[in-house]
Every structure is written in structure tokens, then in C-alpha cells.
């Protein structure tokens, strides 16, 4: 694709500078000083919006007064085939800032990630999936028409806080609730599931919390994530204020969504800052979420730091301060079973991507077989030869 923009290599204040435009986008002087090596070869720094076979849709700053700008920005089309990589946490992904060639039509390199939302893949190869980049807020979406799942949503504020990003709880479809003592139990429930956390129940339909919505993401970039049919497509239309994304009626038998949205979209938000839509997900796998994990269940991780040991397991230990809690009503089992699922994944999945560990576990492993063959000898008392 064909321009005569060139980004400035002098880095002068944004009041000239052509992509100051892209300051709605995310755009900032830390970005602008680290692309600035780019600059000077001529380069044009851009946004990605969407990643599709090869090839990805970016926002660039246009030619002044040109016939496809639309308040100064434009999108163009490039080839990703010059920063192809066999790791795929390196693979460009939506959110992320690049340094294009415009002349040529390719992507050159990819600017370093301020942050990275990650989830592991299905697949038994053990590799994480960057689902977007650079994001500041994580919108956690989750249907008020099925049954609250709270796991969900602890598992989806552990990634959320490994990525970075400032999680929010949006309970949608609210319109469907038809008593408010029972909506208020469920905004209470999520609250006390999501410490630190704002939770907010919005009705897409009704309009119903999204002045609230829309406050809270005034500046920066937010992704959007929940289950197929979570009604993530319609919050976006809701808050962009035009239909950008297809939206399908769930199915009646069981509440499930169908796959609207197939690919990660960057749409431009009336009022500033960018929302990243991206399509249902099924499965949210943990990866490398140890501390996101603590930060999701961080009345449990400060109980922990009361405990007399420091490596307490909280089951049988003495003066455990988390099964004090427990006894005492003010820890719910509910909870901490699920903070114990949650590392036991997350420590799963690290010992299979990482050799070292394999290696420690399984010595340690063979070393509780030992000591517990030598126990069952010291109970059962010497064998007797005859």
C-alpha cells in the first residue's frame, strides 16, 4: 500500500505531530519514545485491530486532508509474514503496537507489551495464547440469564490480574432478573467472589448501569471476555453506540451462545479509549497465574501470611490462621476449594512446561513414596525371617 507518510524522527510535541491522532488509540509520548529507532527508518507507528491468516488491519495516522482519513486516522492492510515466530506468545496479536511499512504493506516488529492477557490452549502441547494485548481494563462479562457460576469468574479474575490489566465484573442481562432483592444477592455474591473488584449489573436492553460502564473505561484500552452468549457482542454495540458486531439469540435448551463474534476486533469508543471484543471462550486454562491467583483471593493469601509456618498447606497444620477462618465463618469452604483447584492447575501446567520443576516434583514424589514404605515398616514392626 502506497503512502508518502513518514513518522518524524525529532519527536517534536504532539501539537504537529502527525500521530498524535493516535492518542485516542493509546498512543503516548513512552510509546512514541520507544518506537522512535523505528521512526528514523522511515517507519509508521500503528495499532493493531485485527489479526486474520497472515495479514492484519491496523490504525495509522493519515495524510492530512486525505480522501480514506477519518479524523486524521486510517486503517491499513499489512502482511505479518516479516515478524512470524514459533513461540506464540510472540504472535502478533490484537492490541498490539507496530511499526509499519506503508510503502511496502508490511508489519516490520512489534513494540514491547505493557501487558498481555493469557490463557493456555487446549492442545496437549502446554503453550499459552495471548488473547490481547496491552489492555488496561479487563471486562469480565457473565450472564445473569443462567445460573451465576462463581468459579468462572475467580478463574477469569486470576488471569486477569496476571495480565496486568484492572479486572471489572459486569453482570449482564440484569433486565432478565425480575426481583431486585434477588439481583442484589447476586451483585452481593459476585462482591464477595471478586475482593478489590467493581462489580456492576447492566442491561444492554434497558441501558440500565452503562452510563457506569462507560465511565469506568473513559481512557485506556478494555477487552472484553466471557462464554459465547454472555452477551459480550451486544455490550459492545451498546457502548461503541452502533451496531459493529453481529449479535445471535442463545439457544433455549441450555442458556449457551453461538460463536458471533470469530476474530479479536479493536472498535474506537465515542468518548475515547479503545474496547477489544473478542470471541467466546469455552475454555480459560490458567498460565503462569500463580500471583494472579493470590491477588483473586486476596483474603486468603493475607490469612496465609497469619499462619504459623510459612509454607502451610492450611489443612492439618497447627495455628493456621485460613482454617481458623474456616471454623469461624468468615472463609467459606466454597472458596478455598476453589483456591486450592486453581494452583493445583496452575501447578500442573508448570510442571509440564518446565523441565526443572518435573524433575523436583517427581524427586519429591519418590521421596513421600519412601518415607511412607517406612512408616508402614515401623507400624507393622520388623519382618521376621523364618
Known amino acids: 500500500m502506497n503512502s508518502s507518510y513518514r513518522a518524524d524522527s525529532s519527536a517534536p510535541s504532539a501539537a504537529h505531530c502527525p500521530d498524535a491522532v493516535l492518542v485516542p488509540y493509546g498512543w503516548d509520548n513512552a510509546w512514541r519514545t520507544a518506537f522512535a529507532p523505528y521512526a528514523a527508518a522511515g517507519l509508521a507507528p500503528g495499532r493493531i485491530v485485527r489479526v486474520d491468516r497472515g495479514r492484519c488491519d491496523l490504525v495509522v495516522a493519515g495524510e492530512a486532508g486525505g480522501p480514506d482519513a477519518a479524523g486524521g486516522v486510517r486503517t491499513v492492510h499489512a502482511s505479518t509474514s516479516l515478524v512470524t515466530t514459533g513461540d506464540p506468545l510472540d504472535i502478533m496479536c490484537t492490541g498490539d503496537w507496530a511499526a509499519v511499512d506503508l510503502e511496502q504493506g508490511y508489519v516490520r516488529a512489534l513494540l514491547p507489551r505493557r501487558t498481555a492477557f493469557v490463557r493456555s490452549t487446549s492442545s496437549k502441547r502446554s503453550e499459552g495464547q495471548v488473547l490481547a494485548a496491552n489492555v488496561d481494563h479487563a ?46 444477592d447476586l451483585i452481593s455474591d459476585t462482591e464477595a467472589t471478586a475482593p478489590e ?33 454472555a452477551g459480550k457482542s451486544t455490550l459492545a454495540n451498546a457502548l461503541v453506540g452502533q451496531d459493529v458486531q453481529e449479535v445471535q439469540a442463545i439457544r433455549d435448551m441450555d442458556g449457551k451462545g453461538r460463536h458471533t463474534t470469530t476474530t479479536r476486533n479493536l472498535l474506537a469508543l465515542p468518548w475515547g479509549g479503545v474496547l477489544i471484543d473478542t470471541p467466546g471462550l469455552r ?72 523441565a526443572r520443576l518435573r524433575a523436583e516434583q517427581r524427586r519429591d514424589w519418590k521421596q513421600r513414596q519412601a518415607l511412607g514404605r517406612h512408616m508402614l515398616e515401623r507400624k507393622r514392626g520388623p519382618v521376621r525371617k523364618p
Request: charged share 25%; net charge negative.
Open 139 to 184: 471486562i469480565i462479562a457473565i450472564s445473569l440469564a443462567v445460573e451465576l457460576d462463581l468459579g468462572r469468574v475467580e478463574r477469569f479474575l486470576a488471569l486477569a490480574w496476571e495480565s496486568g490489566a484492572t479486572p471489572l465484573v459486569v453482570l449482564t442481562k440484569a433486565d432478565l432478573v425480575d426481583e431486585p432483592a434477588v439481583l442484589s
Open 283 to 354: 475454555g480459560v486454562g490458567l498460565w503462569d497465574a500463580e500471583s494472579g491467583v493470590a491477588r483473586a483471593f486476596a483474603e486468603i493469601d493475607a490469612l496465609a501470611a497469619e499462619c504459623k509456618f510459612h509454607d502451610c498447606a492450611h489443612e492439618a497444620e497447627p495455628d493456621c490462621a485460613v482454617l481458623a477462618a474456616l471454623e469461624d465463618g468468615t472463609l467459606q469452604h466454597r472458596r478455598l476449594d476453589s483456591y486450592r483447584k486453581l494452583l493445583r492447575e496452575n501447578q500442573r501446567l508448570a510442571a509440564r512446561t518446565d
Open 197 to 229: 473488584v467493581q462489580v456492576l449489573a447492566v442491561s444492554a436492553a434497558t441501558g440500565d448501569g452503562l452510563d457506569i460502564l462507560a465511565a469506568s473505561l473513559a481512557d485506556g484500552t478494555a477487552v472484553l471476555l466471557g462464554q459465547s452468549g
